[in-house]
């Protein structure tokens, strides 16, 4: 079992800045590939982006490609999503993952609360 908090949304202004943090517990966090996901009101959850288990490897969805960036730091348990550039249409609720796989097609096993990202114009 790993239990996931995600931190650090708000409220930002179009071409802002936030970063997401994602704080592991349980058993060891390097086991575990991590992602992030996000939910705006009324549609359906999508992928945002992914990290390997040393970080090693990343991958993006392409709405987020150049403004998003993943990473991780291991020895703190923690993941991150860097959202620079931000537009109205990346508010939604976004939630990380945990899973053992990585890959494209992975059903994540364990799963955030979740962090209301809100962006005006």
């Known amino acids: 079992q790993v239990q996931l908090v995600e931190s650090g949304g708000g409220l930002v202004q179009a071409g802002g800045s936030l970063r997401l943090s994602c704080a592991a517990s349980g058993r060891t966090f390097s086991r575990y590939a991590m992602g992030w996901f996000r939910q705006a009101l009324g549609k359906e959850r999508e992928f945002v982006a992914a990290?390997?288990?040393?970080?090693?490897?990343?991958y993006y969805a392409d709405f987020v490609k150049g403004r998003f960036t993943i990473s991780r730091d291991n020895a703190k348990n923690t993941v991150y999503l860097q959202m620079n550039s931000l537009k109205p249409e990346d508010t939604a609720v976004y939630y990380c993952?945990?899973?053992?796989?990585?890959?494209?097609?992975?059903?994540?096993?364990?799963w955030g609360q979740g962090t209301q990202v809100t962006v005006s114009s």
């Open positions: 993952a945990a899973d053992e796989d990585y890959g494209l097609t992975v059903e994540y096993d364990y």
């Open positions: 990290i390997s288990w040393r970080g090693r490897r990343t």
